[in-house]
């Protein structure tokens, strides 16, 4: 068992950045594949990016590619969301999640495929 605290939300101007943060507590981090999801208003929850146990790969949603890095750091059992150059449009909760087994070097991009979620940080993203 894992537990997921997201922090690092906020509301802020467009053109700005913001780094969310997940930390997890529980078993071995390196135990898990991990991902950051966020739902907006009336729509259904949607993939932001991925990253595999040991780091070595990720991959982003289409819309943030080049303005988002999601990173981890196995050490502090922390993973992270850097979002540079927020548009109005990624306005959402942003929740981390995780998933054990799989090989070291998979990432996962559907929600069905995570067994462990936080409980979501509000970005919010003016005009």
């Known amino acids: 068992q894992v537990q997921l605290v997201e922090s690092g939300g906020g509301l802020v101007q467009a053109g700005v950045s913001l780094r969310l943060s997940c930390a997890a507590s529980g078993r071995t981090f390196t135990s898990y594949a991990m991902g950051w999801f966020r739902q907006a208003p009336g729509k259904e929850r949607e993939f932001v990016a991925a990253?595999?146990?040991?780091?070595?790969?990720?991959f982003y949603t289409d819309s943030v590619k080049g303005r988002f890095t999601i990173s981890r750091d196995n050490a502090k059992n922390t993973m992270y969301l850097q979002m540079n150059v927020l548009k109005p449009e990624d306005t959402a909760v942003y929740y981390c999640a995780a998933r054990s087994g799989g090989s070291a070097s998979y990432y996962y991009i559907n929600t069905n495929q995570y067994a462990y979620w936080g409980q979501g940080t509000q970005v919010t993203v003016s005009s």
């Open positions: 990253i595999s146990r040991s780091g070595s790969s990720t």
